[in-house]
């Protein structure tokens, strides 16, 4: 059974920094895509960040050339460096990860119902 566990978080003024991680267990053979995914109150939970089991990564245009996905395999943990904050990343973010196939699923903008496994959740404040 896969777990993710969040940590990471809080509140920052804008322009600054914060990373988030996601330390997972049961992965070994279930999981091959890993995901950042964000939640805005009344809004739809989106993909910002998604990374395969090569290493290959990619972005949504928001959110491109300021933050960062990395996992590290040994420690089965996912990772999201996130400089140059903006009160629009303002939202609870979320790790998901899974088995999946398609191309369109292994990536920053797949949809979030495709996810079996997700972690708790991160809150992460963007102060003007």
């Known amino acids: 059974q896969v777990q993710l566990v969040q940590s990471g978080g809080g509140s920052v003024q804008a322009g600054g920094s914060l990373t988030l991680s996601c330390s997972a267990s049961g992965v070994a053979s279930n999981v091959n895509c890993m995901n950042w995914f964000r939640e805005i109150p009344g809004k739809k939970r989106e993909g910002i960040a998604g990374?395969?089991?090569?290493?290959?990564?990619n972005y949504v245009d928001s959110v491109k050339g300021r933050f960062t996905i990395s996992r590290d395999n040994d420690k089965d943990t996912l990772y999201l460096q996130m400089n140059d904050l903006q009160p629009e990343d303002t939202a609870m973010y979320y790790c998901?990860?899974?088995?999946?196939?398609?191309?369109?699923?292994?990536?920053?903008?797949?949809?979030?119902?495709?996810?079996?496994?997700w972690g708790q959740g991160s809150q992460v404040t963007v102060s003007s």
């Open positions: 998901a990860a899974d088995r999946l196939d398609a191309p369109a699923d292994c990536n920053a903008r797949a949809l979030y119902y495709v996810y079996k496994y």
């Open positions: 990374i395969k089991g090569n290493g290959l990564s």
